[in-house]
């Protein structure tokens, strides 16, 4: 079900992709629920605005994750998944 394939996508990040525990959270988040904002990344990890920015950029750089700006309001950024993990 749902918690075997989160864990599987879990167990693939850190395995494959050589990722912390703390990186590979976001980045499942950020595959469940594309177009998230630092925010709710910061809010679901319990890490300041400053620690999100910070995975968020070796997330990017790594790129499994990019940075896009919101369509309807270009204030916005919105973070996507660059990569596929339930395969």
Same mark, same amino acid.
């Given at each position: 079900?749902?918690?075997?394939?989160? &864990?599987?996508?879990?167990?693939?990040?850190?395995?494959?992709? *050589?990722?912390?525990?703390?990186?590979?959270?976001?980045? #499942?988040?950020?595959?469940?629920? =594309?177009?998230?904002?630092?925010?709710? #990344?910061?809010?679901?990890?319990? %890490?300041?605005?400053?620690?999100? /920015?910070?995975? %968020?950029?070796? $997330?990017?750089?790594?790129?499994?994750? /990019?940075?896009?700006?919101? =369509?309807?309001?270009?204030?916005? #950024?919105?973070? *996507? =998944?660059? #990569?596929? $993990? &339930?395969?």
């Amino acid at each position: 079900g749902y918690a075997d394939a989160r &864990s599987a996508a879990f167990a693939k990040a850190r395995r494959d992709l *050589n990722m912390g525990d703390g990186d590979a959270r976001a980045l #499942i988040f950020i595959c469940e629920r =594309p177009g998230v904002r630092a925010a709710d #990344i910061a809010a679901y990890l319990g %890490i300041t605005a400053a620690g999100a /920015t910070a995975l %968020i950029d070796r $997330l990017v750089e790594r790129g499994v994750a /990019t940075r896009d700006y919101d =369509p309807d309001d270009r204030r916005v #950024i919105r973070i *996507n =998944p660059a #990569i596929d $993990l &339930s395969d």
